[in-house]
């Protein structure tokens, strides 16, 4: 289920699917980089302002699904407008900044972003540009990235598949009329 916070910015109930903590794992494949299983924890919040602060923090994980040290972290701000363009505003740990656009989809909780900018430090590895897809699929948030760099041409490189993380003190929050004991309410 989909909850729209009554503060959330009107512009940004077609993105309110996006909100909370989510966590998973997915899949890192590159030529030239470590291929490897991933972590990740992405979130989403607002402040009542017409955007969407977003937080991404990947790790590489073991065979036994332990961390094992970080491979990706990136932070942003995500828009949309009334013709359901999607602006986003990208900054990675490396040392990229990105600018995306694209579009919600008509009738589902699917997102498709490309490049429209890219700047690099000095230091930052290669990269030229990418697409990415987010969808919202059975109360889960999926994601696939694509990217190219001078010598790789646009191939997927990561995925995941990520849950949303409930925080029990909301529920409690919700729940009226508790009994003292606890085992009452069993009864």
Same mark, same amino acid.
């Given at each position: ?13 077609? =993105?309110?699917? =996006?909100?909370?903590r989510w966590?998973?794992?997915?899949? #890192? ?7 490897c ?16 602060? $977003?937080?991404? #923090? ?18 942003? $701000? ?48 290669? $990269? ?7 969808? $919202?699929?059975?109360?889960? =948030? ?18 995941a #598949? ?9 529920w409690?929050? &919700?729940?009226? &009329?508790?009994p ?8």
């Amino acid at each position: 289920m989909i909850e729209i916070p009554s503060d959330l910015h009107p512009e940004l109930v077609p =993105l309110a699917f =996006l909100l909370g903590r989510w966590t998973g794992a997915g899949v #890192h494949d590159f030529p030239g980089a470590e291929k490897c299983n991933f972590g990740q924890e992405v979130v989403f919040t607002h402040d009542g302002r017409p955007f969407l602060e $977003y937080t991404s #923090h990947t790790w590489v994980l073991d065979a036994d699904g332990k961390k094992v040290r970080p491979l990706e972290n990136e932070s942003g $701000y995500w828009r949309i407008d009334a013709e359901r363009k999607v602006d986003v505003t990208t900054t990675r740990d490396e040392g990229v900044v990105e600018i995306w656009t694209g579009v919600l989809a008509e009738g589902k909780p699917q997102i498709d972003l490309v490049t429209d900018a890219v700047a690099r430090l000095p230091f930052a590895p290669d $990269y030229s540009g990418g697409k990415r897809l987010y969808g $919202y699929v059975n109360s889960d =948030l999926m994601w696939v990235g694509e990217k190219s760099t001078p010598k790789v041409p646009l191939r997927p490189y990561m995925s995941a #598949h990520l849950k949303k993380v409930v925080d029990p003190r909301e529920w409690v929050a &919700d729940l009226k &009329d508790l009994p003292d004991d606890g085992i009452a309410f069993f009864k």
